[in-house]
């Protein structure tokens, strides 16, 4: 390598920023990889990847036991999106699946009937519960399934503690993912709780990945039980406020829909209209003791980014829909951007 291309890539690498994603869910795993592909295109290395440290903070608090395995469905998803193994016309699980285990369990009665696992992903499971039963940490083994493909990413759990978010519903508490799958979040809800989480600590690297970022991006997840979780942990909202660089959120709510799931049934339980403009004041404005410097709206709730703007919530309105790769890596792109307009530690970011 000659100097001056030398100093070329020095001067790249040095320009490319730390980015951080909070996320969780399909919609969240799909903005991930459009976050990985708009940093290789911004501050690509030679190998075809980038020179931007980018690091996921999944949520855990959809996580359970079944059948004496351990369960992690979003860092799972997080991880086969990124492996690009993941099954994208069912949304969730691993492509080319099968399901006999799965059949066999119902045959013995054992497992919930209505909670499907495929071949592929129970033998993620075994792995996972194998090595905390070894007495791995959560973090460890995050890190030893993440390490299979080439992400290009540094996936962290939000916490190593057991903390599974419960629903109080009309016919009583249930485990969440009974409330979402089996019954599709159509039982009215009261309320979300994750046992333990108040006495949870962030997982290793959670709090330091925050404070070195450059750029702090919220997934357009679900407020309430993807993200929701991970700002409970003690200490992780803290240091969203606390980041050095620019905090920026995209909207899962497009013309008062939730884009994907069943996110209205969620917000409703706790008391909020599934609105952008409600998620958005929920979240609040940094500077008015919040956690956003910009609240990312789709173009069809234009009208509502003058009422965010008062509140202190830059609202840029752009396209939301991640339809295929590219429009991931679109949105992705736009939220950097957003980043680079709020903050002046990315003076010589250039847009994409």
């Known amino acids: 390598m000659n100097g001056a291309i030398a100093a070329g890539v020095d001067a790249a690498h040095a320009q490319a920023p730390r980015i951080v994603v909070l996320a969780g869910g399909v919609g969240g795993s799909k903005f991930v990889v459009g976050v990985r592909e708009a940093a290789r295109r911004r501050w690509p290395d ?20 079944l059948s004496g395995l351990r369960l992690q469905p979003d860092v799972d998803s997080m991880i086969y999106a990124l492996a690009g193994v993941n099954d ?16 066999e369990l119902q045959a013995w009665g054992a497992g919930w009937p209505w909670f499907t696992l495929g071949d592929l992903d129970l033998g993620a499971h075994i792995a996972r519960t ?11 083994v995050v890190d030893r399934l993440a390490s299979r493909w080439p992400l290009g990413v540094r996936l962290l759990p939000m ?37 333990g989480i108040a006495q949870s600590a962030p997982a290793p690297g959670v709090r330091e990945a925050l404070a070195a970022a450059d750029i702090v991006l919220f997934a357009p997840s679900n407020p309430v039980v993807s993200l929701g979780p991970i700002l409970a942990v003690p200490g992780i909202a803290e240091a969203v406020r606390a980041a050095p660089g620019a905090v920026v959120g995209v909207s899962p709510i497009i013309s008062g829909a939730p884009v994907r799931g069943m996110a209205d049934a969620c917000l409703a339980a706790v008391g909020l209209a599934a609105t952008a403009d409600a998620v958005g004041r929920h979240y609040g404005a940094r500077a ?7 609240w990312l709206i789709a173009e069809e709730d234009t009208a509502l980014a003058d009422g965010l703007e008062a509140v202190g919530l830059r609202a840029p309105v752009r396209p939301l829909w991640m339809r295929d790769f590219d429009t991931a890596a679109a949105l992705a792109i736009a939220a950097l951007d957003a980043a680079a307009f709020e903050s002046t530690a990315l003076e010589g970011y250039q847009k994409l």
Do not use: C, Y
């Open 88 to 103: 994208t016309e069912r949304g969730w699980g691993r492509a080319q699946e099968s399901e006999r285990v799965a059949a």
């Open 288 to 294: 008015k003791g919040g956690l956003l410097d910009a």
């Open 130 to 140: 194998g090595w905390l039963r070894e007495g791995a940490s959560v973090t460890e």
């Open 46 to 65: 030679a190998a075809g990847g980038t020179h931007a440290e980018i690091t996921v903070i999944a949520n855990t608090g959809d996580d359970l036991w």
């Open 159 to 195: 916490t190593d503690a057991e903390v599974d978010t419960h629903v109080t519903t009309v016919r009583g508490r249930m485990h969440f993912q009974e409330w979402w799958t089996r019954h599709r979040a159509t039982l009215p809800a009261h309320g979300f709780d994750g046992p």
